[in-house]
């Protein structure tokens, strides 16, 4: 079983829809969590942090569950800028705060 | 843009050759972190340096081997190249060995025939 898991996608959206990613993970000691978006052949760039309490930045929120060890991201009112693949992250204290990445979910928003 | 910068951008080396790639972080980042990312895949933790020593490995053979400088920059070295080390090489730093975010430079794209 991968540490880090999400649906490869793709997820083909029309523009202005919601839609949801699900990330699940394995090390219920994981401590930090990561939304990164990736567009195709560049680097991944950060997109949010994902805290306890859950998060806001405009158009996105990030819900962590740890009971469950699955991580959210949702896009409300989807751009045409918001296709690329959706990369999630975790760390934690016991593997020296490495990173743990998905394979990521790839977006695709149709006008 | 992040600050970290790579170079080269592209190179294309053949099998059995070496090839170094080179990472400048973030301006008072100290900590530095490389990937493997083949295509439609996340990417590969390598290793990590924080303040000039290794400081984690991931499931890589010896002959990949990196250094980083007094001034955080960083070096990654692939010996005996072969056709699976093509990839998009990426460089992160960061502060203080990931407590916080990472930030990418755009990467080295690594062409092995």
């Known amino acids: 079983r991968k540490e880090v898991e999400q649906d490869p996608g793709p997820f083909n959206v029309p523009e202005g829809a919601t839609v949801a990613f699900n990330c699940t993970y394995s090390?219920?000691?994981?401590?930090?969590f990561f939304w990164y978006r990736q567009d195709c052949r560049k680097e991944p760039k950060l997109l949010m942090s994902?805290?306890?309490?859950?998060n806001e930045d405009g158009r996105f929120t990030a819900q962590l569950n740890r009971a469950s060890q699955y991580i959210s991201l949702l896009i409300r009112d989807s751009k045409l800028s918001d296709s690329a693949t959706y990369l999630c992250?975790?760390?934690?204290?016991?593997?020296?705060?490495?990173?743990?990445w998905g394979a990521g979910t790839k977006l695709i928003i149709k006008p | 843009e992040t600050g970290v910068t790579q170079s080269p951008t592209h190179l294309i080396k053949t099998r059995g050759q070496q090839v170094t790639l080179r990472c400048s972080s973030q301006?008072?980042?100290?900590?530095v972190s490389w990937y493997q990312q083949a295509l439609g895949q996340g990417p590969q933790f390598i290793f990590q340096?924080?303040?000039?020593?290794?400081?984690g490995r991931g499931n890589f053979p010896p002959r990949f081997s990196g250094l980083q400088f007094p001034n955080y920059s960083s070096e990654l070295n692939v010996n005996a190249l072969e056709l699976d080390d093509s990839a998009l090489y990426l460089c992160a730093s960061s502060l203080e060995r990931n407590l916080y975010e990472q930030y990418f430079g755009p990467g080295t794209r690594l062409t092995v025939t």
């Open positions: 992250v975790v760390n934690s204290r016991d593997s020296n705060y490495q990173l743990i």
């Open positions: 090390n219920s000691a994981s401590q930090s």
């Open positions: 340096y924080y303040r000039e020593e290794e400081n």
């Open positions: 301006s008072g980042h100290n900590t």
């Open positions: 994902v805290y306890s309490s859950g």
